[in-house]
């Protein structure tokens, strides 16, 4: 006989994993699959490996021990029709619409803004940061106490719209990888 605890969690599982597995690979087919066109790829570690990535960008630094010639680099960003649609991804922002039409203000703001020229992140956080959006989406500098909309965001919604907006890196033709020092991690039982 199954056990019935057993039994329930496969069902949650299964139920839980779908959606999940769904979403992951529709997003996955609208990813452009050239290297003209930013091909993408999912790069893991754990938190003892050192990783030149969007998410530690101190690892990136030319004197990291993680930096070479076809190695990925400090990530860059920029604000076109492109990027914009796809930060604005109504998947990522189900049930949240009123966050996702300020994003669209910021974003416009921060276009007008930067232009077509490629900016650092604390460029990008920085604007995001001291504007707010008023009455007909009109954005402009945060007076008193009041907060952007950015700084509303969680983690997550901030580093998929800085994902969408990130420049993908290039050498001749050929994608910068992500690459984790395994002799250099921040432990000494951290790679194994």
Same mark, same amino acid.
């Given at each position: 006989?199954?056990? #019935?605890? *057993?039994?329930?969690f496969?069902?949650?599982? @299964?139920?839980v994993?779908?959606?999940?597995?769904?979403?992951?690979l529709?997003?996955?087919a +609208?990813?452009?699959?050239?290297?003209?066109?930013? &091909?993408?790829?999912? *790069?893991?570690?754990?938190?003892?490996?050192?990783?030149c990535?969007?998410? /530690? #960008?101190? &690892?990136? !630094?030319? &004197?990291?021990?993680?930096?070479?010639? @076809?190695?990925?680099?400090?990530?860059?960003?920029?604000?076109?029709? +492109?990027t914009i649609?796809?930060?604005?991804? #109504?998947?990522?922002?189900?049930?949240?619409?009123?966050?996702?039409?300020a994003?669209?203000?910021?974003?416009?703001?921060?276009?007008?803004? *930067?232009?077509?020229?490629?900016?650092? &992140?604390a460029?990008? @956080? !920085? $604007?995001?940061?001291?504007?707010?959006?008023?009455?007909?989406?009109?954005?402009?500098?945060? $007076?008193?106490r009041? @907060? /952007?909309?950015?700084?509303?965001? !969680? !983690?997550? +919604? +901030?580093?998929?719209?800085?994902?969408?907006?990130?420049?993908?890196? *290039?050498?001749?033709?050929v $994608?910068?990888?992500?690459?984790a020092?395994?002799?250099?991690? $921040?432990?000494s039982?951290?790679?194994?």
């Amino acid at each position: 006989m199954k056990n #019935p605890l *057993f039994v329930l969690f496969v069902r949650r599982v @299964r139920v839980v994993a779908a959606p999940i597995v769904w979403v992951g690979l529709s997003l996955a087919a +609208q990813l452009p699959t050239t290297a003209s066109a930013a &091909e993408r790829e999912l *790069f893991l570690a754990g938190g003892a490996l050192k990783v030149c990535s969007s998410l /530690s #960008p101190r &690892e990136c !630094d030319v &004197e990291a021990d993680v930096v070479g010639p @076809r190695f990925r680099g400090t990530p860059r960003y920029a604000i076109d029709a +492109q990027t914009i649609e796809v930060a604005l991804d #109504p998947r990522l922002w189900r049930g949240k619409e009123a966050a996702q039409g300020a994003m669209r203000a910021l974003l416009a703001d921060a276009k007008g803004r *930067f232009g077509p020229d490629a900016m650092d &992140e604390a460029a990008l @956080r !920085d $604007r995001f940061k001291q504007r707010c959006v008023g009455r007909r989406d009109q954005v402009e500098g945060c $007076r008193g106490r009041a @907060r /952007s909309p950015w700084a509303r965001l !969680d !983690d997550d +919604q +901030q580093m998929s719209v800085l994902a969408a907006l990130e420049l993908p890196q *290039f050498d001749d033709g050929v $994608r910068r990888r992500e690459r984790a020092s395994l002799d250099h991690g $921040r432990t000494s039982d951290g790679a194994g």
